[in-house]
Nanobody, 125 residues
């Protein structure tokens, strides 16, 4: 099985910074992509940033220049992390942030998309 777990959410003042972590672990052969999404109250879930297996990154316009990601792996690829560093946070960044990973597994089903449970980020004074 593969699981995705997020951590690092919390309350931060406008203009502040916060770092979210995502860890994917389990029967991972390789990663097709990893991504961060967010869902604000009353709104649809939206893509924040994605990174493909070739390293290509795609940021939402609303976070370009403020958010950056970093990836790492361990245990022969069976442990993958995607950290989201957020700077210059605004109240409109308030949302539940979800990690999503497209995983090629060592067991059937070979391909699966896995979501984490989400972590709440609140930007408020």
């Amino acid at each position: 099985q593969v699981q995705v777990v997020e951590s690092g959410g919390g309350l931060v003042q406008p203009g502040g910074s916060l770092r979210l972590s995502c860890a994917a672990s389990g029967t991972i052969l390789s990663v097709n992509f990893m991504a961060w999404y967010r869902q604000a109250p009353g709104k649809e879930r939206e893509l924040v940033v994605s990174v493909a297996s070739d390293g290509t990154e795609n940021y939402a316009d609303s976070v370009k220049g403020r958010f950056t990601i970093s990836r790492d792996s361990a245990h022969n690829g069976m442990y993958q992390t995607l950290d989201l560093q957020m700077h210059s946070l605004k109240p409109e960044d308030t949302a539940v942030y979800y990690c999503n990973a497209g995983i090629i597994s060592t067991v059937l089903p070979r391909y699966r998309e896995v979501w984490g449970q989400g972590t709440l980020v609140t930007v408020s004074s």
